[in-house]
């Protein structure tokens, strides 16, 4: 990009610094997948990148085939995208997604591990992801009512380390700070062309009926934008939870937890450890009554054992604490 280039992007669009400046820790040299849908966002991730410096890149695209033809024309439209860029495609289309349970928890869990796959097949781990402001203020809402168990937890993090298969993956995403319309603009002004996800006017998904419905019903009784509020709260929550995990003892990985040492620790403290041994044990499903039905067990002498997720429990003796799986 030439100078005079340079200086019309930052004067247009003065948050491109704010990504350069999130992405500023990222390998360059290093090649890194994107994972574009063909919608706005990540299409203008995909355009972003190399102004910032990431010029190793490669596309990756799961058809999640929810929408028919429409889901396959994305799959083509991000396909031209890649070819014309010159990058490398990896696209995988699935077969079905469960009937029951949480759609949006089985597209999320295909995702991970269709990322997975496309790491392996570039001999990399990090993936750039195009979430952004808005996605982080519905999410928030979203985990917050689900119930999140902190502040900190209903958040979407700048950059997170999933494990997937025995492989770790770093998702990056430059963009959390960026809001919607700013993404538009951006993508209008560069004449960038994207594909329209029928599927995000329906009322039919939660996150859907957050962002049309609620947050505007919310703004309308405060008689105010309430998401730049909320944004810095995310943030504040984020800092303090960083703190917050700072002061966790590393002892997840112990079989056994000893219950007159855990008494010692702040009650706040007490849930982390908690929450990180059972995860570390492979406890699945629990949550915040799960977490307090632990912790009960270091004050209540006559309860021994608490029940946990999928028949496992956990049972004191001899002031230590244990898991049992069945």
């Given at each position: 990009?030439?100078?005079q280039?340079?200086?019309?992007?930052a004067?247009?669009?003065?948050?491109?610094?704010r990504?350069?400046a999130?992405?500023g820790g990222?390998?360059?040299?290093?090649l890194?997948?994107?994972?574009?849908?063909?919608?706005?966002?990540?299409?203008?991730?995909l355009?972003?990148?190399?102004?910032v410096?990431?010029?190793?890149?490669a596309?990756c695209?799961?058809n999640?085939?929810?929408?028919?033809?429409?889901?396959?024309?994305?799959?083509?439209?991000?396909?031209?995208?890649?070819?014309?860029?010159?990058?490398?495609?990896?696209?995988?289309?699935?077969?079905?997604?469960?009937?029951?349970?949480?759609?949006?928890?089985a597209a999320?869990e295909?995702r991970?591990?269709?990322?997975g796959?496309?790491?392996?097949?570039?001999?990399?781990s990090?993936?750039f992801?195009?979430?952004?402001?808005?996605?982080?203020?519905?999410t928030?809402?979203?985990?917050?009512?689900?119930?999140s168990?902190?502040l900190?937890?209903?958040?979407?993090?700048?950059?997170?380390?999933?494990?997937?298969?025995?492989?770790?993956?770093?998702?990056?995403?430059?963009?959390?700070?960026?809001?919607?319309h700013?993404?538009?603009?951006f993508?209008?002004?560069?004449?960038?062309?994207f594909?329209?996800?029928?599927t995000?006017?329906?009322r039919?998904?939660a996150?859907?009926?957050?962002?049309?419905?609620?947050?505007p019903?919310?703004?309308?009784?405060?008689g105010?934008?309430?998401k730049?509020?909320?944004?810095r709260?995310?943030?504040?929550?984020?800092?303090?939870?960083?703190?917050?995990?700072?002061?966790?003892?590393e002892?997840?990985?112990q079989?056994?937890?000893?219950?007159?040492?855990?008494q010692?620790?702040p009650?706040?403290?007490?849930?982390?450890?908690i929450?990180?041994?059972l995860?570390?044990?492979?406890?699945?499903?629990?949550?915040?009554?799960?977490?307090?039905?632990?912790?009960?067990l270091?004050?209540?002498?006559?309860?021994?054992?608490?029940?946990?997720?999928?028949?496992a429990?956990?049972r004191?003796?001899?002031?230590?604490?244990?898991v049992?799986?069945?």
């Amino acid at each position: 990009m030439r100078p005079q280039q340079k200086e019309d992007l930052a004067g247009r669009f003065p948050w491109v610094e704010r990504v350069k400046a999130a992405a500023g820790g990222y390998p360059r040299r290093e090649l890194h997948l994107v994972g574009v849908s063909g919608g706005v966002d990540s299409r203008v991730l995909l355009h972003l990148l190399p102004m910032v410096g990431f010029h190793r890149l490669a596309v990756c695209h799961l058809n999640h085939n929810l929408r028919g033809a429409e889901s396959l024309e994305d799959s083509k439209f991000v396909c031209r995208i890649s070819h014309r860029l010159g990058l490398p495609f990896y696209t995988e289309t699935l077969p079905q997604l469960p009937a029951t349970g949480s759609l949006e928890r089985a597209a999320r869990e295909a995702r991970l591990q269709f990322f997975g796959r496309a790491a392996a097949s570039f001999s990399t781990s990090s993936v750039f992801l195009a979430h952004h402001a808005d996605d982080q203020i519905e999410t928030f809402l979203f985990n917050l009512f689900r119930g999140s168990g902190s502040l900190d937890n209903a958040t979407i993090k700048p950059e997170s380390l999933v494990t997937v298969g025995t492989r770790q993956l770093l998702l990056r995403r430059p963009l959390l700070e960026i809001w919607k319309h700013e993404i538009c603009e951006f993508a209008a002004a560069f004449h960038l062309k994207f594909r329209e996800d029928s599927t995000n006017t329906s009322r039919q998904m939660a996150r859907n009926r957050i962002r049309h419905d609620l947050i505007p019903e919310i703004e309308a009784v405060m008689g105010r934008p309430v998401k730049p509020v909320l944004l810095r709260t995310i943030e504040i929550a984020a800092k303090e939870g960083d703190f917050l995990r700072s002061q966790v003892p590393e002892i997840e990985s112990q079989t056994e937890l000893s219950t007159r040492e855990l008494q010692k620790l702040p009650v706040a403290i007490q849930r982390r450890v908690i929450h990180r041994w059972l995860r570390y044990h492979d406890i699945k499903d629990y949550g915040f009554n799960e977490i307090e039905a632990v912790r009960s067990l270091l004050t209540r002498s006559k309860i021994a054992k608490v029940n946990l997720p999928r028949g496992a429990f956990c049972r004191r003796r001899a002031g230590r604490l244990f898991v049992h799986f069945p």
